[in-house]
């Protein structure tokens, strides 16, 4: 019942930047916290940063100092700036929300060209 939805995604060339939206039909606070995930063609959907209520944040030591997460609470929308971007995050981008059950987007797909 709830819907968490995920836009921005697209086609850059490599040291370019994208910034993703995620959007949630609920209240983000009621979740522990947010998440990016990713998805490379051949690989396994891995962990990218997460956000908590309190504004805490982690990031995969592949993305960090490069992607920032934040969040909007009365827009209920969680971005991820992606600056510095390589080819290897070229990936289809999913957003995670949800305290004991948790609720995935659809996805959006980020391309990275050299």
């Known amino acids: 019942q709830v819907r968490v939805m995920e836009s921005g995604g697209g086609l850059v060339q490599a040291g370019g930047s994208l910034t993703l939206s995620c959007t949630a039909s609920a209240n983000i606070l009621n979740f522990n916290a947010m998440s990016w995930y990713r998805q490379a063609p051949g690989k396994q959907r891995e962990f990218v940063a997460t956000?908590?209520?309190?504004?805490?944040?982690n990031y995969a030591d592949s993305v960090k100092g490069r992607f920032t997460i934040s969040r909007d609470n009365a827009k209920n929308t969680v971005y991820l700036q992606m600056n510095s971007l390589k080819p290897e995050d070229t990936a289809v981008y999913y957003c995670?929300?949800?305290?004991?059950?948790?609720?995935w987007g659809q996805g959006t797909q980020v391309t990275v060209s050299s």
């Open positions: 995670k929300g949800g305290t004991l059950r948790v609720y």
């Open positions: 956000i908590t209520t309190g504004g805490s944040t």
